[in-house]
T-cell receptor, first 116, second 113 residues
């Protein structure tokens, strides 16, 4: 089974609107971390935001927030007030505490296009 | 503030040639990783090293070898390059702990003719 699933290959959003990028995960480890990365067209991988499995509150970093629904095993990235510079690929990733704790599992990514 | 440094940034090889991609990190991280990313695709793990002196295979290790030279450096070698290995290669590093992210280098764009 896929550890990380991103079901939206591509999305469009109007500038200044909010957008949600979906991510579901699969693990039986009670301790795990979830990460989102941004990959602009220039190619580098930029770490955006982290959510821990025991965190009671949703993580936020500026315009990025994570809608963490543990029972549903989902960790959706919300970008508020989209900007043209948000156009990029976005990857969701997971790291488990116990099983293969050094490995990161990445989803296939979502390509976001922000329209002016 | 270097982080993870990969060299070279670009390389063109002929089929059958060999090449070593270099990676160094200055964050004192224990774990280091090599990924490949094909056009429009996600990351696939080639090899990783949990600590100095250890290496493990990832999803797509065939055709590659790695060396964890010391804590800072982790190199990836293509012994006999094939066109199917044309890709962008990323090195990453991380410290221990499930709450710790990976930090990536800027990538090496490798074309094999």
């Amino acid at each position: 089974a896929q550890k990380i699933t991103q079901t939206q290959p591509g999305m469009f959003v109007q500038e200044k609107e909010a957008v949600t990028l979906d991510c579901t995960y699969d693990t039986s480890d009670p301790s795990y971390g979830l990460f989102w990365y941004k990959q602009p067209s220039s190619g580098e991988m930029i770490f955006l935001i982290y959510q821990g499995s025991y965190d009671q509150q949703n993580a936020t970093e500026g315009r990025y927030s994570l809608n963490f629904q543990k029972a549903r095993k989902s960790a959706n990235l919300v970008i508020s007030a989209s900007q043209l510079g948000d156009s990029a690929m976005y990857f969701c990733a997971m790291r488990e505490a116990a099983y293969n704790f050094n490995k990161f599992y990445f989803g296939s990514g979502t390509k976001l296009n922000v329209k002016p | 503030n270097a982080g993870v440094t990969q060299t070279p940034k670009f390389q063109v090889l002929k089929t059958g040639q060999s090449m070593t991609l270099q990676c160094a990190q200055d964050m004192n991280h224990n774990s280091m990783y090599w990924y490949r990313q094909d056009p429009g695709m996600g990351l696939r793990l080639i090899y990783y090293s949990a600590s100095e002196g250890t290496t493990d295979k990832g999803e797509v290790p065939n055709g590659y070898n790695v060396s964890r030279l010391n804590k800072r450096e982790f190199s990836l070698r293509l012994e006999s390059a094939a066109p199917s290995q044309t890709s962008v290669y990323f090195c990453a590093s991380s410290t221990q702990g499930y709450n710790q992210p990976q930090h990536f280098g800027d990538g090496t764009r490798l074309s094999i003719l």
